[in-house]
């Protein structure tokens, strides 16, 4: 667990990075919220815990929390960006139209889909 939380740890910023990734896309789902606001305050949250390493003086530990912040909010921004340019791709791929069955059921399609929305969106 030390090395996990420890500021010189590089997995700590990648798997809080795709954490930052899972929070901001419920938020900016869910809530409407601003993408990379959001992102960018959950990465600064996340980087606080560089500030708990005890094996490095107080401005080492305020640069460390700084550059993993950046990373973290850079490795959600690319996971992001990464899960957008999937779905279009499978979007463009789709040659196979499903065919309706009749006037209500077009209807209701119309209505589901206003409804949902992707949990990959631009943040900026």
Not at 25 to 36: H, I, M, S
Request: hydrophobic residues 45%; charged residues 15%; proline residues 3%.
């Amino acid at each position: 667990m030390d090395n996990f939380i420890s500021s010189r740890s590089m997995i700590t910023p990648g798997l809080a990075g795709s954490a930052t990734t899972m929070i901001t896309g419920t938020l900016v789902t869910t809530f409407g919220f601003p993408g990379a606001v959001t992102a960018l305050i959950v990465s600064f949250v996340f980087g606080s815990m560089a500030l708990a390493d005890k094996s490095v003086a107080f401005y080492y530990k305020l640069i460390f929390y700084i550059i993993n912040s950046i990373t973290i909010f850079s490795v959600a921004v690319g996971l992001n960006q990464a899960g957008m340019a999937i779905i279009e791709r499978d979007r463009q791929e789709t040659t196979v139209k499903e065919r309706a069955l009749g006037p209500a059921e077009e209807e209701n399609d119309i209505v589901r889909k206003a409804e949902t929305q992707p949990f990959f969106q631009e943040w900026f």
